[in-house]
């Protein structure tokens, strides 16, 4: 039997979780050195996974494992990394780290005897728990063991939301409770009725599998290669049924618009070490999802729902980008950013075009690491003058340099500016969208030049201008905070100027996908945009 | 009446021959487990009439545990020797089924049951009256509250030890329930669970009105509903000339064996058939309180004493679907396509409606009730999936649930306040800072109910949707799906409540078990677990149990 590595990738963190939980209480420091230990250790896994991987290897998926699980339910545990899964939990892996150290005060107990409950454990412990459950999505290639994970995932995210506030609201420690208590309930909720409704379709997909097949079967392998045979043929109507269904519960998690509205309360309540595992963490197995389970369960439903997906994208760019320029609220601010930015994640992976979906799988990457080096900065501006409002800071850049400084870097980077990460991989999104359908590249370039906007008028508003009084003592960056913020920002710069080590592993998985769905570029014809006119 | 000697049964074979009465053929080994606890339940009232008091309750639990753990190796020696399967057959010349579902249920009942003894035999919760330890329950269930009757038999020391006797004869009842096979037996078994039920739900200590009302609440509605089931049990035999179950399938499938004279006029009448069906699925109906024969389980569930609470909410369930299964399986399969219609109504009502009138609950105990009733609905969406997949789906899911609801209602009789249980919602707020661990448990509980991965809840909504998909009830797993949706509401409403709301100042206390509750509580979050993330075993033993015998 060959060595476990997947299923060890996840089982780490999972006893991390277990192990600072029990921590007594008094432990507290060495409760989160246990599980900065833990996450750093499936860092570590992740990295032989990334070596180990073979971008060239045949097949679809390299490291894989298989045992009987359920069978009456004709489940099996069956895990298996392609290129976008493996680079995703590496992603994964590395932000988790750098999350704890960010909250690494966030959680302890107040002293002045509040009756606020909110242990150091827990809090270290459910990131790691939401951890185990993120890199178990990533590697499951049977639908069962992925939809499990993916809703069982929402419990302990669920707990973080509304168990763990920033301290920064203005209206009361009991209007704040109430406002994260609430955020908590939406997030759960959404996420919740998207799961079930995606349950449905799971049913269905048993009941066509058991039907056709003789034994139902939820491996992903296994229906693709009885579709590709013509064992498996599932009615086109069934067909796009079930693919909503999926597609329901990934744009909610995505989230995509008009799904979207959890997000930004989710992402205002909770801490900002949070607020970066919601969205740069756990959202990417929404969009990871569409790619490994609903383009290749369904690909014929996908190419029916493209043109409609495509124009919901659109509108998250847009409708994101515009509703963040309008924020007051820092953290609101980047949420509907990054609503913006999964739309043009969305986009890429539905253009149906090589590029689109490079750009795309790309971008969850990159995506993932500016926003946490932007939502980290500011969460920790945050945690200085406890206050969220963008009106209450002003010249920041004057007294604390350096925090202004890595700021503007992150922000610089979620508006894609070239030289850093994200630039690449939304010129590539761009470009994919443009060559098969040219309007909706224009539309969405739109796109960047609002980011622009709400990007640098957030610069300005809190750190240029005149100090204000409440900002004057601030000060500036910690070894801690620098620690954090450093490497997220020295990987923005590499990625930005030479992302092939990613775009390697990442390619064949994008063009295995692509055939799939059995769709090919569209070639670059004159005549065809001639037509287009 | 020679020419109906073919319709023997236990019932009905003294009538048949009145110049000789054989004994009739019993095979005791194979009712072992009924017997085991009916004889327990009778040594328990002799208990009572002759040991002094203060020996009692040490007594009464050692006695009650050791025959339930008796009658369960009986029903597993039984399954071992092949009566689950190749051997089964009815058993008491028809009265009683000795097969697969039988025996499942009867475990799972009996299991359920042990666990249930437990919480009965608490008695650190409440501070110590006039020196004695006491339990939940009262000493005079018809005293009047407050009144001169009850405080003398509080000053006496009047002992509540009788019921454990009255549990084991419910749960001998409840054993035979889901294993008759013949309708008089139906009725016997139905009435031999739900008297001491009765009784049982007026004994609680605490809000003594609130508990005689429930049980008089119960015992109308009870009885009119074994009056719809007796009446339907009539014209079923008007209809078939027989009450075995065997009997009836046959006449309904339309190779009769026999004619009596007498019957002549109505045998094969269908119209007798439809109504009798009808009534008789009423009966059960009310039983496992599905939409619309649920009215009485709000109240009964919130004015019943809570370990009684859980143990009817857990055992009488499972005996009621197993009956339901068992008549819609057996009797009437041929008339499927004239039930699942009906069936496939009350499914989605009863879904709907537990689901949403529970949103707007403010009792925990009530709200437990009305997610009690969607859970109904859940299973049967199993039950109206007419194929051997249905059957285990609706066994696991049985096992799975029951174990979830005792839990729940154990650590419900563990928060209380100065006037005993705090089962309103608003004292459980901020219980999760307080005492963390209970809040969790309960937690786990409710997410079990919810349906989420990795607890029991889900892996059982699963077979059962997955079951119903397969019989061609596509929108039932719709609708089931929508009200887990809603449904999930109000559970995680209750989560929110004891984790992030302040906690009041005047808030209840969490008690202190004995280490029988403790254990109570723990054997329903393992099983929880247990049954969530490994059911594989699980589902194999429904699926071996899935052949009803006919």
């Known amino acids: 039997m060959a060595f476990p590595l997947l299923t060890l990738t996840a089982a780490v963190p999972a006893l991390g979780a277990v192990a600072t939980a029990a921590v007594p209480a008094g432990r507290r420091t060495a409760a989160k050195w246990l599980a900065l230990a833990f996450s750093l250790a499936t860092l570590a896994l992740a990295a032989v996974q990334l070596v180990r991987f073979d971008p060239d290897a045949k097949g679809p998926f390299q490291l894989t494992e298989s045992h009987a699980w359920i069978a009456d339910f004709g489940v099996r545990y069956e895990l298996g990394v392609d290129g976008i899964a493996v680079v995703l939990i590496a992603l994964a892996a590395l932000l988790i780290p750098f999350i704890m150290l960010a909250g690494w005060h966030d959680a302890d107990p107040q002293e002045s005897g509040s009756s606020r409950w909110r242990p150091t454990q827990g809090f270290f412990a459910l990131i790691l728990m939401v951890e185990a459950m993120v890199v178990i999505s990533f590697e499951a290639t049977d639908v069962f063991l992925f939809y499990i994970f993916f809703e069982a995932m929402l419990i302990p995210m669920y707990f973080l939301i509304g168990g763990f506030g920033d301290g920064a609201a203005g209206q009361g420690d009991a209007g704040a409770a109430a406002q994260r208590s609430y955020a908590a309930v939406k997030f759960l909720l959404y996420n919740l009725v998207g799961g079930l409704i995606m349950l449905a379709a799971v049913i269905g997909l048993y009941a066509v599998t058991a039907d056709q097949l003789g034994t139902g079967t939820f491996s992903l392998q296994e229906i693709v290669q009885a579709r590709a045979a013509g064992k498996l043929d599932i009615a086109t109507t069934t067909e796009r049924a079930l693919f909503l269904g999926f597609f329901f519960a990934f744009a909610v998690k995505a989230p995509l618009w008009p799904l979207h509205t959890w997000l930004p309360n989710a992402m205002g309540e909770a801490t900002a070490p949070v607020a970066v595992l919601i969205t740069a963490v756990v959202d990417k197995v929404g969009t990871f999802a569409m790619l490994r389970f609903c383009l290749q369960l369904f690909p014929e439903a996908s190419k029916w729902a493209t043109p409609v997906i495509v124009v919901l994208a659109l509108i998250s760019i847009l409708y994101g980008a515009l509703l963040a320029v309008g924020q007051r609220d820092i953290k609101r601010l980047v949420a509907y950013a990054s609503i913006s930015h999964f739309g043009f994640i969305v986009l890429g992976i539905f253009a149906m075009t090589s590029q689109g979906q490079s750009g795309a799988t790309l971008y969850m990457v990159n995506h993932g690491v500016s926003t946490a080096a932007l939502m980290l900065v500011a969460g920790f501006l945050i945690s200085r003058r406890g206050s969220r409002l963008i009106a209450d800071y002003g010249g920041v850049q004057k007294v604390a340099p350096v925090l202004a400084g890595t700021f503007l870097v992150g922000g610089l980077a979620t508006l894609s500016l070239p030289g850093l990460a994200p630039f690449v991989s939304e010129f590539l999104v761009l470009v994919g969208t443009f060559s098969r359908y040219p309007a909706a590249g224009i539309v969405a370039t739109l796109g960047i030049v609002l980011a622009a906007l709400y990007v640098l008028v957030l610069y300005q508003r809190t750190m240029t201008g005149p100090v204000k009084e409440e900002v004057r003592g601030m000060p500036d960056l910690r070894a801690r905070e620098l620690a954090v913020v450093a490497p997220l920002i020295a990987l923005l710069l590499f990625l930005g100027v030479y992302p092939k080590p990613v775009t390697e592993i990442l390619d064949p998985a994008v063009r295995h996908t692509m055939s799939q769905v059995h769709q090919a570029d569209p070639k670059p014809d004159v005549n065809d945009v001639e037509a287009a006119k | ?550």
Not at chain 2, 22 to 46: D, K, N, R, W
Not at chain 2, 167 to 175: K, P, T, Y
Not at chain 2, 271 to 298: D, Q, R
Not at chain 2, 330 to 351: E, K, N, S, Y
């Open chain 2, 1 to 550: 009446m020679s020419h109906a000697a073919s319709v023997h049964s236990l019932w009905t074979m003294s009538a048949d021959a009145p110049q000789k009465i054989p004994a009739p053929h019993i095979e005791y080994a194979q009712l072992s487990p009924t017997l085991i606890v009916l004889g327990a339940a009778v040594l328990g009232i002799l208990v009572e009439a002759f040991l002094p008091r203060r020996s009692r309750h040490p007594v009464q639990l050692l006695l009650t545990c050791v025959a339930l753990a008796a009658a369960f190796a009986a029903v597993v020696a039984l399954a071992a020797g092949g009566y689950g399967t190749g051997k089964a057959h009815a058993a008491a010349m028809g009265a009683v089924a000795v097969d697969g579902p039988a025996l499942f249920l009867q475990g799972t009942i009996l299991l359920v049951s042990l666990v249930a003894v437990f919480t009965f035999a608490e008695r650190r919760l409440d501070p110590a009256a006039h020196g004695r330890p006491v339990d939940s329950f009262a000493a005079q269930g018809a005293a009047v509250p407050g009144g001169r009757a009850e405080q003398d038999a509080v000053r006496a020391g009047f002992t509540t030890t009788e019921v454990f006797p009255l549990l084991l004869f419910a749960v001998g009842g409840m054993l035979v329930f889901p294993a008759a096979d013949d309708l008089l037996t139906l009725f016997v078994a139905l009435e031999v669970f739900s008297l001491p039920l009765y009784v049982l739900c007026a004994l609680a200590r605490r809000k003594r009105l609130l508990s005689q009302e429930s049980a008089v609440k119960y015992f109308l509605l009870g009885a009119f509903s074994s009056a719809f089931l007796l009446f339907g049990v009539a014209l079923l035999y008007g209809y078939a000339g027989t009450v075995t179950y065997s009997g009836i399938a046959d006449v309904v499938g339309g190779n009769v064996r026999m004619l009596d004279p007498v019957l002549a006029g109505t045998t094969g009448n269908d119209a007798l058939l439809l109504i009798g069906g009808a009534l008789v699925l009423m009966g059960l109906l009310f039983k496992v309180g599905a939409v619309p024969f649920h009215m009485w389980t709000p109240d009964v569930y919130q004015g019943a004493p809570t370990p009684v609470t859980g143990f009817m909410a857990a055992a009488t369930k499972v005996a009621g679907f197993g009956a339901l299964l068992r008549l819609l399986y057996v009797v009437l399969p041929g008339l499927r396509w004239d039930w699942r219609p009906v069936m496939w109504g009350v499914a989605i009502v009863t879904m709907l409606v537990g689901a949403i009138v529970a949103v707007t609950q403010t009792d925990v105990k009530r709200l437990l009730a009305y997610s009690s009733i969607a859970h109904a609905g859940f299973i049967l969406a199993g039950v109206v999936a007419t194929s051997p997949d249905g059957v285990s789906s609706v066994l696991f899911y049985l096992g799975a649930y029951s174990f979830v609801t005792l839990g729940a209602f154990s650590v419900v009789t563990l928060v209380r306040d100065a006037g005993g249980e705090a089962t309103h919602l608003s004292k459980w707020a901020g219980l999760g800072r307080r005492s963390p661990l209970t809040a969790a448990t309960f937690a786990v509980f409710l997410l079990a109910f919810a349906g989420i991965p990795l607890t029991s809840g889900f892996a059982g909504k699963f077979a059962v949707f997955k079951a119903a998909a397969q019989g061609g009830a596509g929108p039932l797993v719709i609708v089931g799906v929508v009200s887990s949706a809603i449904a999930a509401f109000f559970y995680v409403r209750v989560i929110v409540l004891m984790f992030f709301s302040e906690p009041k100042e005047d808030g209840p206390t969490v008690a202190v078990p004995s280490p029988l509750t403790s254990s109570a509580i723990a054997i329903g979050v393992a099983v929880t677990l247990v049954l969530g993330v490994a059911p594989q075993y699980f589902l194999d033993l429904a699926g071996q149990a899935g052949v009803f015998v006919r």
